[in-house]
């Protein structure tokens, strides 16, 4: 089974320029988690998408970052324009069923603003 | 607000040598508690999980509700154990729910 695919693996663009991140999520799998590590700082959460709906998307830094996820299959997350602060990696996790927890992560974005 | 906080950045200890990784936690709820690991070059992935209470790779963790801890333990570290550990624990908000990582311990098991 394949797991959580993410695309690109790295990303290197100039302050001000827009980026997509894209998440696949094991196939049949509702929940979609996007979270993010920035240097230095824990891994922390960005939002939740129960299939095509947004539960939760207390985490997102601000209204530069938009979170998509047409169908209820793959996840794009956009930053535009992107701020030097926005450079980290970001992971898109998977899971299941609600109730049966394990989320699934995906190798991650690594994204650097110069 | 939730958080977890894991005290050690980096510990190194010799192969055969006991392991503990600390883990505490603050949360308004019913608190579940993860450890997940990354080793070199590879993704996340779930290690433990409180409610299963299983040994995985050797490693236990007992939620302790009185301490608010969740310390993951090994009697006998092996070189393959080195890596990134993060303790996490699980919230819930209405219909939607995350995890709530801490800062993470990177283990270096000595030969």
């Known amino acids: 089974e394949a797991g959580v695919t993410q695309f690109p693996s790295h990303s290197v663009i100039e302050k001000g320029q827009t980026v997509t991140l894209r998440c696949d999520p094991i196939?049949?799998?509702?929940?979609l988690y996007w979270y993010r590590r920035v240097m230095g700082k824990e891994i922390k959460f960005l939002l939740h998408?129960?299939?095509?709906?947004?539960?939760?998307e207390s985490g997102m830094p601000n209204n530069r970052f938009l979170a998509e996820r047409t169908g209820g299959t793959y996840s794009t997350l956009k930053v535009q324009p992107a701020e030097l602060e926005d450079s980290g990696v970001y992971f898109c996790?998977?899971?299941?069923?609600?109730?049966?927890?394990?989320?699934?992560f995906g190798p991650g974005t690594r994204l650097t603003v110069t | 607000a939730q958080r977890v906080t894991q005290p050690e950045k980096l510990l190194s200890v010799f192969k055969g040598a006991p392991v503990e990784l600390k883990c505490n936690y603050s949360?308004?709820?019913?608190?579940?508690l993860f450890w997940y690991v990354q080793y070199s070059r590879q993704r996340l992935q779930l290690l433990l999980r409180?409610?299963s209470r299983e040994s995985i790779k050797g490693f236990t963790a007992d939620l302790n509700k009185g301490e608010t801890s969740f310390h993951l333990k090994k009697p006998f570290a092996q070189e393959e154990d080195s890596a990134m550990y993060y303790c996490?624990?699980?919230?819930?908000?209405?219909?939607?729910?995350?995890?709530?990582f801490g800062k993470g311990t990177h283990l270096i098991i000595q030969p």
């Open positions: 196939s049949g799998h509702d929940n």
């Open positions: 996490a624990l699980r919230w819930l908000r209405g219909g939607a729910d995350g995890l709530t």
């Open positions: 998408f129960v299939k095509e709906s947004k539960q939760d």
């Open positions: 996790a998977s899971s299941q069923v609600w109730g049966h927890y394990e989320q699934y």
């Open positions: 409180h409610i």
């Open positions: 949360y308004s709820g019913s608190p579940e």
